[in-house]
Nanobody, 124 residues
Framework: QVQLVESGGGLVQAGGSLRLSCAASGRTSSSVAMGWFRQAPGKEREVVAAISWRGGSTDYADSVKGRFTVSRDNAKNTVYLQMSSLKPEDTAGYYC?????????????????WGQGTQVTVSS
């Protein structure tokens, strides 16, 4: 099992920045790819960013490319999502995910492990 705990969400004005963190524990000694998803009220859960087990490969939703950056520090078992130039449409619950394979996926079904989420609210 892999346990995930997100932090760093909050309220920010449009154009501002936030950094989300996700601390992983449990069976993290093997290769673990990780991702960030978000879900706004009334909308489906969507991938935001994903990163391979060593961080050599990343992927982003078109809506966040150039604004968000995913990274990881395996020594700390932590993955980050740096969000800049935030827009009101980025408002959502953000979820950290993990799967015990090297390469990341982009679908919710690709990830068996999920954090409880952290809320990001961007005011206009």
């Amino acid at each position: 099992q892999v346990q995930l705990v997100e932090s760093g969400g909050g309220l920010v004005q449009a154009g501002g920045s936030l950094r989300l963190s996700c601390a992983a524990s449990g069976r993290t000694s093997s290769s673990v790819a990780m991702g960030w998803f978000r879900q706004a009220p009334g909308k489906e859960r969507e991938v935001v960013a994903a990163i391979s087990w060593r961080g050599g490969s990343t992927d982003y939703a078109d809506s966040v490319k150039g604004r968000f950056t995913v990274s990881r520090d395996n020594a700390k078992n932590t993955v980050y999502l740096q969000m800049s130039s935030l827009k009101p449409e980025d408002t959502a619950g953000y979820y950290c995910t993990a799967r015990r394979v090297r390469l990341m996926g982009v679908r919710p079904i690709d990830y068996p492990y999920w954090g409880q989420g952290t809320q990001v609210t961007v005011s206009s």
